[in-house]
């Protein structure tokens, strides 16, 4: 059995993904803060561990991984999920709000490749870390705000990094970026910049979480293998120039 590790999990794109590995025979330990609705996805879910665990705390990372590798054996796939975009504009960003958009989206994903690195040895065929980053990172027209940018940015670089560290290690490493998928974290937008954003995207509608998951889940089947280094980015080619 191979076991997936998805934080995030009770999000949208979070659940998504979770349903799609779930449909693809893994097992899936889905990991969020909001413990309750795990708990509400994990009653109607088989294969599916439901793990309240706040991802921007590095101690609770440890124990979850220990945890986790004591009873299943080990991990074979983690997609870091959890994020969140904090929409304070520059230069009144606050010193907390910088501080904080990095640990939820990069520090969160940066201590659970650590431990899963860890957890992944010994494991059979390759293994894969998908990060879920996003277009924001690399198209400047569009709302998001610098730090949120740079958190995503930076996961991106801490991908290639470990695609080239681990590649002989057989762990597969790739970034999915992206654009607007319908979640609830359209609800950070006001509903003008929201409209404007959507008019953008070339279908005239938002993404779908199962959309973004189906690549999630090509990545983690065996087609996947030969990827790795890559950021993915998925937004119905509304940047191409
Ligand atoms: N929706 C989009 O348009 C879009 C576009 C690009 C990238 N993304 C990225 O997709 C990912 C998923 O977002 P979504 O759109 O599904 O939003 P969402 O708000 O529906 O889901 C995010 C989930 O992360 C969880 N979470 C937040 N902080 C956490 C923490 N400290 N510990 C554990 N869990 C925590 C939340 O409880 C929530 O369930 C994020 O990383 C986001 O940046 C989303």
């Not at 706040?54 to 999920?81: H, K, S, W, Y």
């Not at 009144?92 to 690195?117: K, W, Y």
């Not at 938002?206 to 999630?216: K, R, S, T």
Request: glycine share 8%; with cysteine; aromatic share 6%.
């Amino acid at each position: 059995m191979r076991v997936a590790l998805v934080t995030g999990a009770a999000g949208g794109m979070g659940r998504a993904i979770s349903d799609r590995l779930l449909a693809d025979g893994l097992h899936v330990i889905g990991v969020d803060i909001d413990g309750a609705a795990l708990l509400a996805m994990a009653a109607d879910r088989d294969g599916f561990t439901p793990e309240a665990v706040d991802v921007t705390d590095p101690d609770a990372i440890i124990d979850l991984f220990e945890r986790m590798t004591n009873r299943f054996g080990g991990v074979d796939v983690l997609v870091n999920n959890a994020g969140t975009c904090l929409m304070s504009d520059f230069p009144d960003i606050p010193a907390a709000g910088l501080t904080r958009q990095m640990e939820v989206n990069f520090h969160s994903a940066f201590h659970c490749c650590q431990q899963a690195v860890k957890a992944m040895a010994g494991r059979p065929g390759v293994r894969k870390i998908v990060n879920i980053s996003s277009n924001g990172a690399y198209n400047f027209d569009v709302f998001d705000p610098p730090h949120y940018r740079a958190s995503k940015a930076a996961m991106d670089t801490l991908t290639k990094d470990l695609a080239r560290r681990y590649a002989r290690d057989k762990i597969a490493v790739n970034s999915i970026a992206p654009a607007m998928t319908e979640t609830s974290l359209f609800n950070v937008l006001t509903e003008d910049v929201l409209a404007r954003a959507i008019s953008a995207m070339p279908h005239g509608h938002a993404m779908q979480p199962e959309e973004i998951a189906a690549w999630v889940g090509f990545l983690i089947s065996k087609a996947g293998d030969v990827s790795s280094g890559n950021v993915i980015i998925l937004n119905q080619g509304r940047d191409v120039r």
